[in-house]
């Protein structure tokens, strides 16, 4: 059969493990693959803006054994003055010498929006009774509150709640821009004390809130947990089988929400509460199109209400729950998010419901058996280096963190792995249009770092602008700094060191092509649809590679001792070599482009513009022939510290004389 071009294009769909599933635009390995412009390139780089500030010589958290696992919000004043604000469980898994406060402490740090800290940070456990916690979470709920003077309400102002299984407090930049005091009866209450009904006697507290319809549901309680009323409910009410007999004082369980009245953040009537199904404990919450989602850890309900006070609770999904209050991500009119087994999306309003399983493609990373069990040479050293092969720790997961990035169309969540569960070394990409999956992480040196555990994100002038927090105490910015990004944790703001530019290491491997055809085949030159990238400092860092279906088994061979001998590359399925996005010497005119600065400039090894995203070029590689039935394709991006990310690939082309396959 006459030789033939086939050729793969994007937009490309991300990991799919299950070989029956795969179409020909599926990876079967996909490392900081960025497809939210339909393209096979790195994902950017991170800029680090500043780090907790809790080490007492000031030093790089990241050079110590600590683990900072901090949750990010932004507070949003009417006025657009935004302040990043986070609260972190400091872990000293080395207990240095040099770490304020102590093992389990809390602590939480205000920024504003270029990451300059607006004051000291503040450590909650010792001057705030917040107890520690290693595996510490919060909820963060945006919120209009009033002051009061002599009983007249004043001021309403926007601030944010932090609700932890212990305490309330309130972040208010209007009273303090640099720290948080707790919620109280006597300046954040406002009920009438004569009326026949009791209230909470103590602020609300409960790790899970929300705000729904101008009140706040918060639940996340322990089976100890109790809270004493203004006065006792009348006999006939049912929350008196929650009250300790001849007291005020009011027994709670995991099972229970509770809700304020309208815009009081600490006004809670006795009467106001929910609960789910006996040994169903409330998981998560969301506002949703009218609706409040209450997750538990096997079930999902819905609260739909006539009025502030009556509200109905329906169960309608049973057998499914969320694991991870924070892992719930809002797009459009699907609710995704972290189950025991994976991660779904919900749909529904009022009393109806349904969950789909999103996560199938990546099962394995669940259950740690991997569907693929054959892993080119290629790319083994460079998975190995980044913790593969990924198995998740499901007992972490109640931790992980779901993020909406906007403008890439991705949904991110933080996931702990059975290797390194505290630091959280991988995350979970998915893009919702494309329905591809991703994994993205980062390293630093000889160490596997958090690329994301938790984050926030705010438009500025137009732009999104994502906010992250590693599990080293890390402010960072995605995508930010010059070139493209930062992605290597080393340096400290503020100290006069040196941050350079430095591309994640990227790669993406095909699943198995050609896979319909019956006959060994031969397969020739790969050609390439790449954006155009110069610069000496490229050299080898890109690389390609294509191996046939037995390239796992003819690498050695027995001689005719029976001694193991190495194939020789001439006789192998399996050939390889670099990229080059630079054409010609650097002598030659390649072209006129029109630059940032809006004025044209010759594209040779001698002008200011190193690095190019101004045209597509068709890149021709020469391997070897592959001679199989079937074939796969990969490509690797090494990364740097001297360059941004460099491959872009658009689509690539394979001559072959098989007879099945993609007829494109």
């Known amino acids: 059969m006459s030789p033939r071009l086939v050729t793969f294009r994007g937009p490309w769909s991300g990991i799919e493990e299950r070989e029956n599933f795969q179409g020909d635009n599926h990876a079967s390995i996909s490392l900081n693959v960025d497809y939210s412009r339909g393209y096979i390139e790195a994902r950017p780089g991170t800029y680090s803006l500043n780090d907790m500030g ?80 290693e595996h510490f979470r919060c909820s963060f709920v945006d919120a209009i509150r009033a002051d009061s003077a002599d009983g007249v309400v004043i001021e309403p102002r926007y601030v944010t709640l932090i609700m932890t299984k212990n305490n309330s407090y309130v972040y208010d930049p209007y009273e303090n821009p640099s720290g948080i005091r707790k919620v109280t009866i006597s300046q954040d209450a406002f009920h009438d004390n004569t009326a026949e009904y009791a209230y909470w006697n103590e602020p609300p507290f409960g790790n899970i809130c929300v705000r729904h319809h101008q009140q706040y549901f918060f639940s996340g309680f322990r089976p100890q947990d109790s809270v004493d009323l203004t006065d006792e409910p009348p006999n006939n009410n049912i929350v008196k089988q929650w009250l300790s007999p001849g007291t005020k004082e009011m027994k709670m369980v995991p099972e229970q929400i509770f809700f304020t009245e309208a815009e009081h953040i600490a006004d809670v009537p006795y009467f106001n509460n929910l609960i789910t199904e006996i040994g169903e404990r409330v998981t998560g919450m969301h506002s949703f199109l009218e609706t409040l989602v209450v997750f538990s850890n096997r079930s999902i309900y819905t609260v739909t209400s006539l009025d502030m006070q009556n509200y109905s609770m329906v169960r309608v999904v049973d057998g499914v729950g969320c694991v991870a209050p924070d892992s719930i991500v809002q797009v459009g009119d699907v609710l995704y998010f972290m189950g025991t087994d994976g991660v779904y999306g919900f749909t529904g309003a009022g009393t109806q419901g349904a969950v789909t399983k999103i996560s199938d493609p990546i099962t394995s990373l669940f259950t740690g058996e991997h569907a693929q069990t054959h892993v080119p040479q290629e790319v083994l050293s460079t998975l190995m280096d980044h913790g593969w092969p990924w198995h998740i720790n499901r007992a972490g997961l109640n931790l992980c963190n779901g993020l909406h990035v906007k403008s890439k169309e991705q949904i991110w969540w933080s996931v702990p792995t059975t290797s390194d569960p505290k630091n959280y070394t991988a995350t979970l990409v998915f893009d919702y249009v494309r329905k591809a999956w991703s994994i993205y992480t980062a390293k630093a040196g000889n160490i596997n770092n958090t690329f994301f555990y938790s984050g926030a994100t705010a438009f500025i002038d137009g732009e999104e602008v994502v906010y992250i927090f590693d599990a080293s105490g890390r402010l960072k910015k995605f995508g930010g700094g010059a070139g493209g990004g930062f992605d290597k ?176």
């Open 54 to 133: 809790v080490l007492a010589d000031g030093g790089d958290p990241e050079s110590n054994s600590h683990f900072y696992r901090g949750q990010v919000h932004i507070h949003r004043p009417e006025n657009g003055d935004f302040k990043v604000i986070v609260m972190a469980s400091m872990t000293n898994a080395g207990y240095a010498s040099n770490v304020l406060g102590g093992d389990g402490h809390i602590w939480f740090t205000a920024f504003d929006m270029n990451g300059n800290s607006l004051g000291t940070p503040v450590d909650l456990t010792a001057t705030l009774d917040e107890p520690t916690d």
């Open 489 to 664: 944790n080393i340096v400290k703001v503020g100290t006069g060191s040196t941050i350079t530019k430095y591309a994640p290491v990227m790669c993406w491997v095909s699943g198995r092509l050609f896979k319909e055809n019956e006959s060994t085949a031969v397969f020739r030159p790969i050609r390439m649809k790449a954006m155009a990238a110069g610069g000496e400092n490229l050299g080898g860092t890109l690389k390609w590679f294509s191996e046939g279906e037995e390239a796992h088994s003819d690498a050695v061979y027995l001689d005719g001792s029976n001694a193991v001998q190495v194939t020789p590359a001439a006789d192998r399925q399996a050939t390889s070599g670099t990229i080059t996005l630079w054409g010609g010497d650097g002598s030659q005119n390649l072209g006129q482009f029109w630059t940032t600065s809006k004025t044209y400039v010759e594209w040779t090894a001698s002008n200011p513009l190193l690095w190019t995203a101004t045209d597509w070029i068709s890149v021709r590689v020469d391997p070897g022939s592959v001679k199989s039935k079937a074939l796969r394709v990969g490509f690797i991006d090494n990364g740097g510290e001297t360059r941004p990310p460099a491959l872009k690939l658009q689509s690539f082309s394979v001559e072959t004389d098989a007879g099945g396959g993609d007829m494109r």
